[in-house]
């Protein structure tokens, strides 16, 4: 049947079409299950395996079927109207939440089919998409089939004539910018920031409104989500006109310089990594005057004081490149910045000072009062808080050399550091200077002496990771 139709020309007349339609409709159109799992986490592609469909090869028979009697050259769109409907339309939207992979393909297929073939239900199903989206959004949270009608909305903007309608625009900002709230966007992200930067093509002067809207929604503890935002932004800013670049910089790297600062290395390297996209580099230069001052703080105390090597080293290529750029700004923020953190220190100073000086009043006021009833909590046990302990105390040396040689000199520092890393390490089992029994001794079955990198007691001792290297 399937090879009848695909090659035989003429067999599509009037009557077949409520035959088939009917027959799709008959197979197709059903209730859903209830999912595997409704309350529990969210479907993970690459940790669960799909729910599959069990008629799946009497349904397969039946969607490409379908596929082939609309996409026949004898297929003609003014007798199917009659049959092909929006009630159709709808029933066909209610399958996209199937759990089987394998049918919501068929689906988006199908219904791109008749998007493109049917121009009278373009509207009503791009309204019902967005109706889909926004249960998704504002009530339930929970839908298998949202990439896939995603994928089928990239293409459609793609065709949107220019200029775009309004009701476009609405669909950008009240659809599309939502979608990144959801705590399940990794299931959809890449389909949803393909349709953002479609959009952008189109017209460039919504830039602003989406960026802020990205901003707005920016993860604060989901950190995966925010590399994928960081993803996005990036895309964005390779299609970005330069004079709109310029009215999202400063909360743009206001919110790049957080991520600089995050403790998850991975944020921290996504958000580096823009300083090796070349055009983003030229936007930054062309503006440097904003952006460097909002930037130098984070990334010169990050060269200092997160965890991760690797950070250390793109944080220093960041600065080099910015010192290559404008070294006279450059100079600028470094005393800037020295003069920012002399002035917050003199004002946690002045802040201890105050207390102290308030303390000794309330004392005096106590005496003074000579009080009957003596206070539930004494004076003397409330005590001032002391100024807050520096992190690092290169921070706030003031003295600090931070010019060009001194920054080429701790990246080829790095490097190096990275290249001994990456050398072979003997184990430590047979090493000279270990003791005792197991992996050392010293007293304790875990303890290494010497050079080890445990002590008699367990406790990770300083030189950890500087084992022997092989001779």
Same mark, same amino acid.
């Given at each position: 049947?399937?090879?009848?139709?695909t090659?035989?020309?003429?067999?599509?007349?009037?009557?077949?079409?409520? =035959?088939?339609?009917?027959?799709?409709s008959?197979? +197709?159109?059903?209730?859903?299950?209830?999912?595997?799992?409704?309350?529990?986490?969210?479907?993970?592609?690459?940790?669960?395996?799909?729910v599959?469909?069990? #008629?799946?090869?009497?349904?397969?028979v039946? &969607?490409?079927?379908? +596929?082939?009697?609309?996409?026949?050259?004898d297929?003609?769109?003014?007798?199917?109207k009659?049959?092909?409907?929006?009630?159709f339309?709808?029933?066909?939207?209610?399958? *996209?939440?199937?759990?089987?992979?394998?049918e919501?393909?068929?689906?988006?297929?199908?219904?791109?089919?008749?998007?493109?073939?049917?121009?009278?239900l373009?509207?009503?199903?791009?309204?019902?998409?967005?109706?889909v989206f926004?249960?998704?959004?504002y009530?339930?949270?929970?839908?298998?089939g949202?990439?896939e009608?995603?994928?089928?909305?990239g293409?459609?903007?793609?065709?949107?004539?220019?200029?775009?309608?309004?009701?476009?625009?609405?669909f950008?900002?009240?659809?599309?910018?939502?979608?990144?709230?959801?705590?399940?966007?990794?299931?959809?992200?890449?389909?949803?920031?393909?349709?953002?930067?479609?959009?952008l093509?189109?017209?460039?002067?919504?830039?602003?409104?989406?960026?802020?809207?990205?901003?707005?929604?920016?993860?604060?503890v989901?950190?995966? $989500?925010?590399?994928?935002?960081?993803?996005e932004?990036?895309?964005?800013?390779?299609?970005?006109?330069?004079?709109?670049?310029?009215?999202i910089?400063?909360?743009?790297?206001?919110?790049?310089?957080?991520?600089v600062?995050s403790?998850?290395f991975?944020?921290?390297e996504?958000?580096?990594y823009?300083?090796?996209?070349?055009?983003?580099?030229?936007?930054?230069?062309?503006?440097?005057?904003?952006?460097?001052?909002?930037?130098?703080p984070?990334?010169? $105390?990050?060269?200092?004081?997160?965890?991760?090597?690797?950070?250390?080293?793109?944080?220093?290529n960041?600065?080099k490149? *910015?010192?290559?750029?404008?070294?006279?700004?450059?100079?600028?923020? /470094?005393?800037?910045?020295?003069?920012n953190?002399?002035?917050?220190?003199?004002?946690?100073?002045?802040? &201890?000072?105050?207390?102290?000086?308030?303390?000794?009043?309330a004392?005096?006021?106590v005496?003074?009062?000579r009080?009957?009833?003596?206070?539930?909590?004494?004076?003397?046990?409330?005590?001032?808080?002391?100024p807050?302990?520096?992190?690092?105390?290169l921070?706030?040396?003031?003295?600090?050399d931070?010019?060009?040689?001194?920054?080429e000199? =701790?990246?080829?520092? *790095?490097? =190096?550091?990275? #290249?001994?890393e990456?050398?072979?390490?003997a184990?430590?089992?047979?090493i000279?200077? /270990?003791?005792?029994?197991?992996?050392?001794?010293?007293g304790?079955?875990?303890?290494?002496?010497?050079?080890g990198?445990?002590?008699?007691?367990?406790?990770?001792?300083?030189?950890?990771?500087?084992?022997?290297q092989?001779?």
């Amino acid at each position: 049947m399937l090879d009848y139709i695909t090659t035989q020309r003429g067999v599509i007349t009037d009557l077949i079409y409520p =035959e088939v339609i009917k027959m799709f409709s008959t197979n +197709l159109f059903r209730s859903i299950p209830p999912q595997v799992n409704p309350t529990g986490d969210v479907f993970d592609p690459e940790e669960d395996e799909p729910v599959l469909e069990l #008629a799946w090869p009497h349904l397969q028979v039946v &969607y490409e079927f379908f +596929l082939r009697f609309v996409e026949s050259p004898d297929f003609n769109t003014n007798i199917a109207k009659r049959y092909i409907d929006q009630t159709f339309v709808l029933n066909l939207l209610e399958l *996209f939440d199937s759990e089987d992979p394998r049918e919501r393909d068929f689906l988006k297929t199908t219904l791109h089919r008749i998007y493109g073939k049917f121009l009278n239900l373009r509207a009503f199903i791009r309204r019902s998409m967005n109706n889909v989206f926004f249960q998704f959004v504002y009530e339930t949270e929970r839908h298998n089939g949202i990439a896939e009608l995603l994928e089928i909305l990239g293409s459609i903007i793609n065709g949107f004539a220019l200029p775009l309608k309004e009701e476009h625009k609405t669909f950008l900002s009240r659809v599309l910018i939502p979608l990144h709230k959801v705590k399940s966007l990794a299931m959809y992200h890449p389909q949803l920031a393909y349709c953002v930067v479609q959009f952008l093509e189109k017209d460039s002067a919504l830039t602003e409104e989406v960026l802020l809207g990205l901003l707005k929604y920016w993860p604060k503890v989901n950190s995966p $989500k925010e590399v994928m935002f960081l993803n996005e932004v990036e895309e964005i800013l390779d299609v970005i006109d330069p004079m709109e670049f310029q009215k999202i910089q400063v909360p743009l790297f206001q919110q790049l310089a957080r991520c600089v600062n995050s403790q998850h290395f991975q944020v921290a390297e996504r958000a580096l990594y823009y300083w090796n996209n070349e055009y983003i580099v030229n936007l930054m230069g062309d503006n440097l005057p904003v952006i460097l001052p909002i930037v130098f703080p984070a990334l010169y $105390k990050n060269s200092k004081t997160h965890w991760n090597r690797t950070i250390h080293g793109m944080v220093y290529n960041a600065l080099k490149l *910015f010192m290559d750029i404008n070294n006279e700004l450059f100079d600028e923020c /470094v005393h800037a910045f020295k003069q920012n953190v002399l002035a917050e220190r003199n004002h946690q100073q002045q802040r &201890y000072d105050n207390w102290v000086e308030l303390h000794q009043h309330a004392k005096k006021a106590v005496i003074e009062l000579r009080l009957t009833k003596p206070p539930v909590l004494s004076i003397d046990d409330i005590h001032p808080p002391e100024p807050a302990a520096e992190d690092d105390e290169l921070i706030n040396d003031v003295t600090l050399d931070l010019s060009h040689a001194t920054i080429e000199a =701790e990246a080829l520092e *790095f490097e =190096e550091a990275v #290249a001994m890393e990456r050398l072979p390490h003997a184990d430590v089992g047979g090493i000279d200077g /270990v003791e005792g029994t197991g992996v050392g001794g010293g007293g304790g079955t875990l303890g290494m002496n010497g050079n080890g990198n445990m002590n008699g007691n367990g406790v990770v001792s300083e030189s950890c990771f500087n084992f022997p290297q092989w001779s």
